[in-house]
C-alpha cells in the first residue's frame, strides 16, 4: 500500500489509485463513488507575536496593510483567494504580500514561524492554535466550511481494506468538533 500526497486532480483508473480524498464541491463523474468524510472551517490565523506588533484585523479589508502569506496552486499558477462571509454573502479576496509559496504545509509552517497571516484548513492549524502557536483571527468573518470528499471506483463490491480505510477517515474527521468544543469550555 502507497499515500501520495499531491493537489493534482487523477484519473483513479489510469493512475492505479484506490481512493482520493478531494476538498471543496466535487466535478461530476459518473464512474466513481462519493462519500462526505467531514467538513472543515478555513481559518484566518498567525502568531500572537506577529499580531502583538502588527496589530490584530478586525475585518477582512484591513488585511490590505498586513503581510498575507499566499498558496500558489501549482497546476494553475493562480493565487488561492481567500474567503470571508462579509454581511451574509462570501465574498473571494486576493491579498498582497511578501510571500507565495507552492506548498500548503509550507503556507502553514511560515505562519507559525510568525513571517505573517495566512488563511487556511482547520485540520492544518488545529495542533498550532490549540497549543497557542497560531491566534485565530476574523472568526465573525469565518466562510462556511469546505466539505472533504473521498472519491472511489464505482464497483458493486469495494474490497474490504478500502472500506475500512474511508470508514477510519470519516470517523477520524478533522478534529474540529472536538477543537471548538474545548475552546467553547475555556
Known amino acids: 500500500m502507497g499515500i501520495s500526497l499531491d493537489d493534482k486532480d487523477v484519473d483513479l483508473v489510469e493512475s492505479g489509485i484506490d481512493v482520493a480524498i478531494r476538498v471543496a464541491a466535487l466535478a461530476d463523474s459518473a464512474n466513481l463513488m ?10 484566518t490565523c498567525a502568531t500572537p507575536e506577529y499580531l502583538d506588533f502588527y496589530g490584530r484585523p478586525q475585518h477582512p479589508s484591513e488585511l490590505e496593510q498586513h503581510n498575507c502569506l499566499n498558496f500558489r496552486n501549482r497546476k494553475t499558477g493562480r493565487l488561492m483567494p481567500w474567503f470571508f462571509t462579509i454581511n451574509g454573502q462570501v465574498e473571494r479576496r486576493i491579498f498582497q504580500g511578501r510571500l507565495t509559496i507552492d506548498d500548503g504545509e509550507a503556507v502553514g509552517q511560515t505562519a507559525m514561524l510568525g513571517m505573517g ?10 495542533n498550532a492554535l490549540q497549543e497557542g502557536i497560531l491566534e485565530e483571527i476574523l472568526v465573525n468573518f469565518r466562510p462556511p466550511e469546505v466539505p472533504f470528499t473521498a472519491l472511489y471506483l464505482d464497483r458493486r463490491l ?29
Not at 118 to 126: E, H
Not at 159 to 184: L, V
Request: charged fraction near 20%.
Open 34 to 43: 462519493a462519500r462526505r468524510l467531514f467538513v472543515d472551517p478555513l481559518v
Open 117 to 126: 497571516i495566512s488563511q487556511m484548513p482547520g485540520f492544518m492549524a488545529i
Open 158 to 186: 469495494v474490497s474490504p481494506r478500502i472500506q475500512t480505510f474511508i470508514d477510519f477517515m470519516a470517523k477520524q474527521g478533522s478534529g474540529w468538533d472536538k477543537y471548538i468544543g474545548e475552546y467553547e469550555k475555556s
